[in-house]
């Protein structure tokens, strides 16, 4: 059973930055088919992809985020982060960790048919002084 | 980014009722489209993969369809642990996207 756990401070002051990581249960971050994902939830609200990093280190950032977020992935530990610097209180928000998983492939192209078939529980993040 | 438009917001049921709910993107994304169903406190859980593929181990009432810009999700005969929040999501490409989301609640 793969298992996600995220793990963080809970509360951030304006203008610094976040720190997040998420720990890997059950599955290598070295698998070739699987990105490792970032999503946030506002209360009440919906879904935003922050971004996700690939086994070999390569990443695809939203780039509503893209000039404040870094991914980053430590194999030995079976652990990948997120920095989200200059944070205000818009960040503030329940964020997940997930696994981008190719689910089957198409026929005509052989690319993946992905989705995020496990989450972490979330982690809720509060940006305020 | 690809936008991707749920409706309804939200959708008064009973169980028992079959109830459908749609996305529409706004361009085609051929099939690359995913279902999730969220519940109060957790995280989501997917439902269906490439707009039609049942995850192993959800139960067979939900069905996907569609493909190109418009796309379905019913669920057939409604169960208790069925009124939550679902949602749609692209993975046509790059950033990755979300519907609004649609409740189902208790009429």
């Known amino acids: 059973q793969v298992l996600l756990q995220e793990s963080g401070p809970g509360l951030v002051k304006p203008s610094e930055t976040l720190y997040l990581t998420c720990t890997v249960f059950g599955d290598s971050l070295n698998r070739g088919s699987h990105y490792w994902t970032w999503i946030r939830q506002p209360a009440g609200q919906g879904l935003e992809w922050i971004g996700r990093i690939f086994t070999s280190g390569s990443t695809n950032y939203n780039p509503s985020l893209k000039s404040r977020v870094t991914i980053s992935a430590d194999t030995s530990e079976s652990q990948f982060s997120l920095e989200l610097n200059s944070v205000t209180a818009a960040d503030t928000a329940v964020y997940y960790c997930?696994?981008?998983?190719?689910?089957?492939?198409?026929?005509?192209?052989?690319?993946?048919?992905?989705?995020?078939?496990?989450w972490g529980q979330g982690t809720t993040v509060t940006v305020s002084s | 980014d690809i936008q991707l438009s749920q409706s309804p917001s939200s959708v008064s049921a009973s169980v028992g009722d079959t109830v459908t709910i749609t996305c529409r993107a706004s361009q085609n994304i051929r099939n690359f489209l995913n279902w999730y169903q969220q519940k109060p406190g957790k995280a989501p859980e997917i439902l269906i993969f490439a707009a039609s593929g049942l995850q192993s181990g959800v139960p067979s009432r939900f069905s996907g369809s569609g493909s190109g810009t418009d796309f379905t999700l019913s669920i057939s005969s409604l169960q208790p642990e069925d009124f939550a929040l679902y949602f749609c999501q692209q993975t046509f490409s790059v950033p990755w996207t979300f519907g609004r989301g649609t409740k189902v609640d208790t009429k």
């Open positions: 997930a696994r981008d998983n190719a689910l089957s492939h198409d026929i005509m192209t052989g690319g993946g048919y992905y989705a995020m078939d496990v």
